[in-house]
Structure formats: C-alpha cells, structure tokens
C-alpha cells in the first residue's frame, strides 16, 4: 500500500506511519509540527519506505505517487492546544479534510477520517452509541475541535454521496500511551509527567468526571481492521472501562510511589462530565476489544515518560 498521514509525526499519526513501515507499506508522512516532532518518526527516516513532508494540510497538497489510504490525523487534539489555537484547529479540521478528500478522490484512494469522542460534546446519553448526535456548545471554547471534526464528518459524507468516495469514520475516545509529548496538556500525560517531576497532581473540578482511557497499540489495531472490513458508517474505537480523574489520580500516584499531593482548579468551561464509549459495533464488525487494561498501559507510557523527562 501508498499511504499518505497527515499528522504522522503526531501521538496517534507516529504509531500508524511504525505499523505500516513494519506491514512493508510505503508511507508519506505530512506534518506540520505544530504539535507532532521530528523525534516521533526519526527511527523511519532512513527507510526507503518513508518519505516526511512538511505541510500544514489546511492548505492544497499535490502527491505525485498514486496512492491507496489516505488518513487524515493531522489535528490539535488536545484541549491546551485547541483552546490556544481555535483557528487553525478549525482549519485542520475542516480545510484539512477538504483538502484530504480532494486528495482521495483524485487518486481513487480510501479515505480514513480520524473522528472523536467530542462530536458527542458534554453527552447526554451513557455511554455514547453511533447513533447519538451529541450535545454539543456551537459556540463555546471547544467548539473549535468539536465543529470542525462534526464538520469534518459532514465533509467526509458529502464526498461519500456526490463522488461515491470509500470513507472509513473513526470517533477515537480517549487514547494514551508512548510519543504523547511531555507538554501535551491532556489528563494521563499530564499526571504521569508531574508525577515524575514529584509536583502536584492538577485535577480540574472535584474530579468526578470520568473518562475512559485506551492504550494506542489497542486503537490502532482497531484501526487496521477498520481499513480491513467493508463498513463506511462511523465507528467508535475506545476502551468502555470507566474511570473517574480522582481514580486516575491515584493510580498514577500508586504506580509511581509518588508522595505528591493532589491540587483542585476550577472546571473548565464544557468539560465534559462522563465519557464512555459503546462499543458493540466494533465487537461485532470488527472482532475488536482492547486488550490492556489501564495499570498496565500505564506502566508503559511512565516508562516512556522518565525517558522523556531525563533526556
Ligand atoms: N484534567 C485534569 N487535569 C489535567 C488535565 C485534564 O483534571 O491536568 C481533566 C479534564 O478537566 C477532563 C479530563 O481530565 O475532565 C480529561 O481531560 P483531557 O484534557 O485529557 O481530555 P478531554 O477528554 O477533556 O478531551
């Protein structure tokens, strides 16, 4: 296969351009660095196979190659970075899938979105089936991630009936695990990080709400049997274990053996209170389920962490 990434260089994007590398495919990693690096993917620069572009995807992208997938990643996906960017998190989202799907038309290629748990906004039903429509603040802080990935879908729609484009949807609930970048502001890395740094833990509320946390290998295995199976309606990818920030919180302070506190800061506006997904589909359609528990993804993304944080 020829396949194109945008945000390869990212957490999630650096995982796919590894697995595809070792299947034997051809990737063309694009990645403005804004917030993926350089460090995620320099182990591929020296396969032939491997070919990084620097380019922010908001913008028209020419790939000369015929190519077969192309999965558009490229996205500020983390609340710091979307609430400090909301533009061109608007425009990755959304300029960003114009510009993907203009791509995968033009080559007759598949064209995979990388979809979120956030089109569901603070949800109303639980836990968050596909069928949900979510419940969503159009103009609140986050409706720059939010609107643009609903807008995304919308886009991805659009193609899929005018020009019968091969779609495949993805709403990723909340991953974790090694190549989130120390600064990336989201809960695990966050505690993980202060943790080892022996600061205290920074809760936002009283941290009763939850989140469902899924270790990245488990996600992109879902991911490759999505390319796998005939099915272009979205599909939600997440581990349905529940956790709330407080059970995190002491997780990561029991793995660590860590004697920092934990700090309360106010709740910031439309976080959501419950998150879980409803994965059915994906058991059925996909024969998937993850298969690591919380403690030990855990275990792995700390280890990464103190090899981020020594060097
Ligand atoms: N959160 C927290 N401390 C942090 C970062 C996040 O208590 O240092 C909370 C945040 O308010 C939210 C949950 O943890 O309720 C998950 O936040 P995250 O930024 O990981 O992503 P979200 O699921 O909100 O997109």
Redesign the pocket.
Known sequence: MNILITGGAGFIGSHLCGRFLERGDSVICADNFITGSKDNVKEFLTNSRFRLIEHDISTPLYIEEKLDWVFHFASL????FYLGYPIKTLKSGLLGAHNCLGIAKAHHAKLFLAS???IYGDPLVHPQTEEYWGNVNTIGP?SC?DESKRGAEAFVYAYHREHELNVRVVRI??T?GPFMAVDD???????VV?ALKKQD?????K?E???SFCYVDDLVRGILRMMEVDYQLPLNLGNPVEFK?IE??RLVLKLLKSRSQIKY?P??ED???Q?KPDITKAKTLLDWQPSIPLEEGLVKTIEYFKSKIKS
Do not use: C
């Not at 989201?186 to 505690?191: E, G, L, Q």
């Not at 833990?201 to 509320?205: E, F, K, R, S």
């Open positions: 996906a983390s609340p710091k979120t748990s956030e986050r991630y609930f909340n974790y502001g989201r809960v695990v890395s966050n505690f202060q833990l920074a809760i936002y509320g941290g709400q939850t989140r920030v995190l919180a800061f709740i910031p976080d959501p209170k998150r």
